[in-house]
Nanobody, 120 residues
Framework: QVQLVESGGGLVQAGGSLRLSCAAS????????MNWYRQGPGKQRELVAD???????NYLDSVKGRFTISRDNAKNTVYLQMNSLKPEDTAVYYC??????????????WGQGTQVTVSS
């Protein structure tokens, strides 16, 4: 069973930075796409960024130029560097990973979420 553990959330002033981490543990054979989603108060969950195993990235328009997604395949970890944070970035941030377990079964796993609060 594959599990994801997020860390790095917190309270920051507008214009500040935070770095989120999400580490996968368990019986992974390979992790393909890794994503960061967020869900703000009273809003639907939205895709913030994703990264393929080869490093191809995609971003939500509102975070382009401010957020950077990266991954360390050796550590099965994905990161989200968030700069120039705005109050509208306040949300619970979730990571997601899809791939194959060591028993060659496909998995699609979510983390428990980490709160990011940006004060004005």
């Amino acid at each position: 069973q594959v599990q994801l553990v997020e860390s790095g959330g917190g309270l920051v002033q507008a214009g500040g930075s935070l770095r989120l981490s999400c580490a996968a543990s368990g019986s992974t054979f390979s992790i393909n796409v890794m994503n960061w989603y967020r869900q703000g108060p009273g809003k639907q969950r939205e895709l913030v960024a994703d990264i393929s195993r080869g490093g191809t990235t995609n971003y939500l328009d509102s975070v382009k130029g401010r957020f950077t997604i990266s991954r360390d395949n050796a550590k099965n970890t994905v990161y989200l560097q968030m700069n120039s944070l705005k109050p509208e970035d306040t949300a619970v941030y979730y990571c997601r990973a899809r791939g194959l377990s060591s028993s060659m079964r496909a998995f699609d796993t979510w983390g428990q979420g980490t709160q990011v609060t940006v004060s004005s």
